[in-house]
């Protein structure tokens, strides 16, 4: 049987574990330093201590009985053996040992008889002159107090470690469980959030950390879907507005030449399914190209004329309307991308302008600063300041002064246009007409695509 334990359990384990193994590094480095710092101490004390004694031996005035500490030992044996004094633990003792000794302090280890115990001694001795030849100093601490202090600490630590430990292990399970349980808290909310409820948001505790930056962060996602199945609602409705019309007209046509057959206008009647069969061949075509919009198909960008085409355009634009297009302002300006894309936002561009123009369309090409710029402006109503930030929306109809029954279109152009402008790595503006900010008349729409491969999407551009 496999146990699976949870986030917090394992969390709490792990971090228990490594303040653990911290600790326990730590008491045996604390203990280690410890017996280190005693030892030297006494170490110290005793090598000063041997060296006063040779002083006094030196000079004659060495006293019979020697001062030291509790748990120390002294002794000056002369060159014949004889201890010639003593601490008073050890009076009337033999000398401690018989080892040869130099000029500098040495050390030794080993055991020595206090009072009526034998410990074991660590020993700094030196040999020296005196009255009556060469003396040798003795001067011992005993290592049971280094023992007994590293041992007091050692069973402190035993008990201290373990309850830190767990201490720190609780603490943990309680701070994870409080995080934990908002995260959780989070994940039962977004888990009751369906497809018909994309509105409901998570609700945050007020907290700024990173569970509550997570609940903002999962709100502004909600949003961001909710808004993306507004858009998806909104396209379906409005193709289904679009498509109703022509669909309609061609059935109204149908019927009545079904039901008056020899009265039918043939040629009427294929004019009117023809003009029908086009507005739905137009939306369907324009709503191929957002869906490769959409899904990120890329085009295969070349190097074309952009003045040529748009001069093409322009002469297309001319048939069927008394707008005037003046092309007087186009130049040379060669530009980087797809034709068959920069067609399509030429076109669109210039039935957006002629639709709703008074009377006259200005078209200008050039170059600007290494971008290809094509200028459509006209005479028009112009778009409300209220307006202009959607103007480029899908589907979107402005008021009555630019709207579909001004000058037909399923209000996807713009649209379009700016999506083909930025797939081609440029961009397409609206801009305020000369000397009338605000665009209170007119609509003057800039494009700028790349005159080389070599420029990326967007690098350099200003609406200006």
């Known amino acids: 049987m496999t146990v699976r334990l949870g986030l917090r359990a394992r969390a709490t384990a792990l971090g228990t574990l490594a303040f653990a193994v911290l600790l326990t590094v730590g008491a045996v480095l604390l203990v280690t330093t410890l017996e280190d710092r005693l030892t030297d101490a006494a170490d110290e004390v005793a090598r000063a201590r041997v060296a006063e004694l040779l002083d006094l031996a030196e000079v004659g005035d060495l006293p019979a009985t020697l001062r030291t500490g509790d748990n ?3 002794q000056v044996v002369g060159p014949g053996g004889e201890v010639l004094a003593a601490s008073p633990n050890i009076a009337g003792r033999p000398a401690v040992a018989d080892l040869p000794a130099g000029d500098e302090p040495a050390t030794a280890t080993f055991e020595a008889p206090d009072d009526a115990e034998t ?3 660590r020993f700094w001795y030196a040999a020296g002159p005196g009255p009556g030849g060469e003396v040798t100093v003795w001067v011992g601490d005993s290592l049971e107090s280094v023992g007994e202090a590293s041992a007091a600490l050692r069973g402190a630590l035993w008990v201290g470690v373990p309850l830190a430990v767990g201490l720190l292990g609780a603490v943990i399970w309680l ?9 959780d808290r989070i994940r039962a909310e977004v888990d009751r959030i369906t497809e018909e409820s994309l509105d409901t948001r998570v609700a945050g505790d007020g907290v700024d950390d990173e569970v509550g930056r997570l609940a903002a962060t999962m709100n502004a996602m909600l949003a961001r879907l909710d808004a993306a199945a507004r858009r998806q609602r909104d396209l379906v409705a409005d193709v289904s507005h679009d498509l109703q ?5 061609q059935r109204l046509a149908l019927e009545l030449a079904l039901a008056r057959p020899g009265d039918a206008d ?11 069969t086009a507005d739905m061949e137009r939306l369907v075509g324009d709503l191929l190209v ?9 085009h295969e960008p070349a190097l074309l004329d952009l003045d040529g085409l748009v001069l093409e355009e322009a002469t297309r634009a ?10 007087s302002g186009v130049s040379a300006a060669p530009a980087y991308a797809d034709a068959v894309d920069v067609r ?5 561009l210039l039935e957006n302008a002629t639709a709703h123009a008074a009377a006259r369309v200005v078209v200008t090409v050039a170059t600007d600063e290494g971008w290809a710029r094509l200028d459509v402006a006209d005479d028009g109503p112009g778009i409300p300041a209220e307006h202009r930030d959607r103007v480029f929306d899908r589907f979107q109809r402005l008021d009555d002064s630019r709207e579909r029954g001004g000058g037909g279109g399923s209000g996807l152009g713009l649209a379009i246009a700016r999506g083909l402008a930025e797939r081609a790595g440029g961009r397409l503006d609206l801009l305020d007409p000369p000397g009338r900010p605000g665009g209170e008349r007119g609509a003057h729409l800039r494009l700028l695509l790349p005159a080389s491969g070599g420029r990326g999407a967007g690098d350099g551009l200003t609406g200006g």
């Open 72 to 74: 120390g030992v002294a």
């Open 119 to 121: 410990e074991t001694y």
């Open 175 to 183: 701070l994870l469980g409080r995080a934990l349980g908002r995260l």
């Open 245 to 249: 019309s022509p669909l309609a007209a």
């Open 266 to 276: 043939v040629e009427r009647l294929g004019a009117e399914v023809l003009a029908a």
């Open 290 to 298: 957002l869906a490769s919009l959409d899904a990120g198909v890329a």
């Open 318 to 327: 001319r048939v069927g309307t008394p707008v005037a297009v003046d092309t």
């Open 344 to 348: 399509r936002i030429v076109r669109n």
